[in-house]
C-alpha cells in the first residue's frame, strides 16, 4: 500500500471529529484530514472526485440520512465509485453488536474500532489507521 495522504473520517459527532482532528497535530507530517459529516455528504465527495487515492476512510456507522453500512455498500458496489473501491475502510463505532463487526466484515473493512474517544483511544485509533509508526504522540 501506498504511504496514505488523506483520511476521509465520515462521521456526525463533533466531539469526534475534533478529538482526531487534535491527535492529527501531534503527528510530524500528517496526512490531510476530510471530513464529511454524514454518509450522504461523503457520498458526495466520493462521486465529485475528491478525495485523493492513497486515502483511508475512517467510517461512524450509525449517521443520520445514510448509515454507513449503506455507505459502504455503495462503496463497494457503485460502478461510479469504482476508483475508490478498494481503498481500506476503518469502521468506527459506539455499537457492541456483534452483528455490526459481522456486518462490515462482509464489506471487506480494514479494521473495526469501538469508539470511547479518550486520549489514548485517538491516539490508538490513528496508530491503526496510519500503520506502525506513524501516529506516535508528539
Excluded at 501506498?2 to 456526525?12: A, N, P, T
Excluded at 507530517?29 to 485523493?52: H, M, Q, T
Excluded at 469508539?115 to 485509533?125: E, H, L
Aim: proline residues 3%; glycine residues 6%.
Amino acid at each position: 500500500m501506498s504511504e496514505i495522504d488523506e483520511i476521509f473520517l465520515i462521521d456526525d459527532d463533533d466531539v469526534d471529529v475534533m478529538a482526531i482532528r487534535r491527535a492529527l497535530l501531534r503527528i510530524s507530517n500528517p496526512p490531510k484530514l476530510i471530513v464529511a459529516n454524514d454518509g450522504e455528504e461523503a457520498l458526495n465527495i466520493l462521486s465529485e472526485g475528491r478525495l485523493s487515492l492513497s486515502a483511508v476512510i475512517v467510517l461512524d456507522i450509525n449517521m443520520p440520512r445514510i448509515s454507513g453500512f449503506e455507505l459502504l455498500k455503495k462503496l463497494r458496489c457503485n460502478d461510479e465509485l469504482r476508483s475508490y473501491r478498494d481503498l481500506p475502510v476503518w469502521v468506527m463505532t459506539t455499537s457492541e453488536a456483534d452483528r455490526d463487526l459481522e456486518r462490515a466484515d462482509e464489506y471487506g473493512v480494514a479494521g473495526y474500532i469501538r469508539k470511547t474517544f479518550q486520549s489514548s483511544d485517538v491516539n490508538m485509533i490513528l496508530h491503526r489507521v496510519l500503520g506502525e509508526g506513524s501516529a506516535g504522540a508528539g
